[in-house]
């Protein structure tokens, strides 16, 4: 059974910065796509960003390129998000995912794991 726990989430003023961290299962950020999704309230759960398994390759959603960082840490049980220059926008709850195929991370519907969240607030 694959576990995942965030934290790290906060309220922060536009123009700040967090990092997000979600521990994994023993093995799983190196075993599995992984990947970000946020839920603002009323609205649906959205890609944010995605790290493959594979090669280590990212994506990020056109709203986060060049402000948010993916990344895992050597060990393979952490999952990070930087979130640099953070606007009211970026509020919602942070969700980290692990998928067992590649195309399914950038799927809400398709992920197979699921941490319960974080709740990251940006005042302007």
């Known amino acids: 059974q694959v576990q995942l726990v965030e934290s790290g989430g906060g309220l922060v003023q536009a123009g700040g910065s967090l990092r997000l961290s979600c521990v994994a299962s023993q093995g799983t950020v190196s075993n599995y796509h992984m990947g970000w999704f946020r839920q603002a309230p009323g609205r649906e759960r959205t890609f944010v960003a995605a790290?493959?398994?594979?090669?280590?390759?990212?994506a990020y959603s056109d709203s986060v390129k060049g402000r948010f960082t993916i990344s895992r840490d050597s060990a393979g049980n952490r999952l990070y998000l930087q979130m640099n220059n953070l606007q009211p926008e970026d509020t919602a709850i942070y969700f980290c995912?692990?998928?067992?195929?590649?195309?399914?991370?950038?799927?809400?519907?398709?992920?197979?794991?699921w941490g319960q969240g974080t709740q990251v607030t940006v005042s302007s």
């Open positions: 790290l493959t398994k594979t090669f280590g390759s990212t």
């Open positions: 995912a692990a998928a067992t195929s590649n195309w399914d991370i950038y799927q809400s519907s398709k992920v197979d794991y």
